[in-house]
């Protein structure tokens, strides 16, 4: 049973930090892609920062490069995304994804989704 859970949302004041945590489990974490997502509301779905767990090698989206930072405990199983200089346009639900193949920033590589947390700034 693949577990993906999110956790480190909430609400920021523009320029703040955050740092997002997935807690990853029930399946194959090493040599996979973890990704993650966000979404606004109206908006689609925007893939904002991957990172493969056999090497750590990282891919992020224009929108978040330089201010964003994704990295992995690999003892245990845990990937974070941290967050600097947020700006309003950072505001969305924030969702971890895994079973990618390879980095990628697309929903479709994906098999497995977590609840979502909820990022904020203001």
């Known amino acids: 049973h693949v577990q993906l859970v999110e956790s480190g949302g909430g609400s920021v004041q523009a320029g703040g930090s955050l740092r997002l945590s997935c807690a990853a489990s029930?399946?194959?974490?090493?040599?996979?892609?973890l990704s993650w997502f966000r979404q606004a509301p109206g908006k689609e779905r925007e893939g904002v920062a991957s990172i493969y767990t056999g090497d750590s090698s990282t891919w992020y989206s224009d929108s978040v490069k330089g201010r964003f930072t994704i990295s992995q405990d690999s003892a245990k199983n845990i990937v974070s995304l941290q967050m600097n200089g947020l700006k309003s346009d950072d505001t969305a639900t924030y969702y971890c994804a895994a079973g990618g193949q390879r980095l990628s920033l697309l929903p479709s590589s994906f098999d497995y989704w977590g609840q979502g947390t909820q990022v904020t700034v203001s």
């Open positions: 029930g399946y194959a974490y090493s040599s996979n892609c």
